[in-house]
């Protein structure tokens, strides 16, 4: 991952979201992450807990059971949220997002905007 935290790319990428209104309030604490395709946007292994709102590419969001096998859970897109599950204790450890191609979000530090 990538992050960049120049204020005229952050307006520009506000300006495509449809939550724009929404988290213009926590502007000061956003910055754009980019993302390679093949690249975990969130993994049980992850210290640093991301909400973030894509504004490009897809994300294949998927479990992984005790057998090891994999289920899918969503694909993601535009304007979807990742990380919400963060906020609250206790989520599962064994769920992953994997960028599809490359993807670009919005992103705060959960912890960090408390």
Same mark, same amino acid.
């Given at each position: ?6 204020? !005229? ?6 300006? /495509? !979201?449809?939550? #724009?209104? !929404? @988290?213009?309030? %926590? /502007? ?10 093949? #690249?975990?946007?969130? *993994?049980?292994? /992850?210290? #640093?807990?991301?909400?973030?709102? @894509?504004?490009?590419? !897809? ?14 859970? *969503? ?5 979807? %949220?990742?990380? #919400?599950? $963060? @906020?609250?204790?206790? /989520? ?17 530090? @959960? $912890? *960090?905007?408390?």
């Amino acid at each position: 991952m990538k992050r960049f935290y120049d204020s !005229t790319l952050i307006e520009a990428y506000l300006g /495509q !979201t449809k939550f #724009e209104t !929404t @988290i213009r309030s %926590l /502007q000061e604490h956003l910055f754009v992450a980019q993302y390679k395709k093949g #690249e975990f946007i969130a *993994a049980p292994s /992850q210290k #640093e807990h991301l909400f973030q709102i @894509i504004i490009h590419g !897809t994300v294949n969001i998927y479990f992984i059971r005790d057998d090891g096998s994999l289920y899918s859970l *969503a694909n993601s897109r535009k304007d979807d %949220l990742l990380g #919400e599950m $963060e @906020i609250f204790p206790h /989520q599962p450890n064994n769920v992953y997002a994997e960028a599809n191609d490359d993807v670009i979000c919005l992103a705060l530090s @959960i $912890e *960090a905007s408390k």
